[in-house]
Structures are given as C-alpha cells and as structure tokens.
C-alpha cells in the first residue's frame, strides 16, 4: 500500500522540478565574471633591449658554426685544434647562450628566453656525452651540436628584422 506524500516531499519534487528542464539537469549559471586586469604595456627599454635579439640568434648560429669548423680543423687535420674546439665552447659559446638568456627575457621575448635556457641545457648535455663509453653514444655530440643550430637558426628565422608582425612561436 502506497502512502499519502507528505508536504516536505512535495516541496522537494517542487524545487527539482523547477531545476529541470525535459528530463535534463539545468546547471545555475556561473556566477558574473570580475573583469579582467588589462595588461600592462610593456617599457620602452624592454623593447629596445628585445631588438637585439636577432643579432645575438645570428651570432650564435655563427658561434656554432665556428665550432663545427675547429672541430672538423681538429678531427681532419690537426688534433691540437680540438683543444681550441673545447676552449671556444667554454668562453665564447657559453657566453653567448648566456646571453640570449638574458636578452631574451629583460627583452620582453620569453620564448627566446626558454631557448637560451634549452641552448645552455644542451651545451651542458655535450659534455656528458663526449665523455661516454660507448662510440655510438659518444656520436650524440655532434647530433646535439645540429640539435642547438636548429634551435637558434629557428629562433632566428621567426624574428628576422626584416619581417613584419609579431614573431610567432
């Protein structure tokens, strides 16, 4: 035998009734959104240090290139100018990912700055690997050698400053 429903289960019926719409559950609207803060723009110095970003990006395609030429000097000719291969890659190449590190964020170009730190990350990464045993693993050296041009020549295509717009990622 069925009960009579009682007035609490009425009001209970009432109220989802009333959230309901053809069976589906209605969701309450969000809550009104506070406005956004508007960006703040950008100093004028952080722009003018960001235009040098270009020329350092050349600069370390012109580093790395230098270093694929003493090390090739060094494996195909002399042997003494691996000891300048390795000499150029602790002053000279560190110097300049150093660098775009920093230009790259004062400068108001982040995404060049994330690539002075993968630059520096994989400079650190050659010392490893030319120090491995095995040869196979020993060859990964010039394989991120190419590794950090690609990095710095793709950094460099996107901001060329001849090109219009914002550079892209």
Not at 66 to 84: H, K, M, P, S
Not at 143 to 153: D, L, R
Request: glycine share 8%; proline share 8%; with cysteine.
């Amino acid at each position: 035998r069925q009960s009579a429903p009682s007035a609490r289960s009425a009001d209970w019926f009432a109220s989802l009734k009333s959230k309901t719409e053809r069976g589906k559950r209605v969701a309450n609207p969000p809550p009104p959104r506070m406005p956004a803060k508007p960006k703040q723009p950008i100093p004028a110095w952080r722009l003018k240090v960001g235009k040098a970003t270009p020329w350092l990006l050349a600069a370390t395609c012109a580093a790395l290139l230098i270093q694929v030429f003493l090390a090739g000097a060094g494996l195909l000719g002399d042997a003494e100018v691996l000891d300048t291969h390795a000499l150029f890659a602790n002053a000279v190449i560190r110097l300049v990912f150093l660098l775009v590190l920093i230009v790259g964020f004062v400068g108001a170009d982040w995404r060049v700055g994330v690539a002075g730190v993968v630059l520096t990350v994989l400079l650190e990464a050659q010392y490893g690997l030319i120090e491995a045993e095995p040869a196979f693993v020993r060859a990964l050296h010039a394989t991120n050698g190419v590794v950090m041009f690609a990095v710095a020549f793709g950094m460099l295509m996107r901001r060329l400053p001849w090109t219009t717009g914002r550079p892209k990622a």
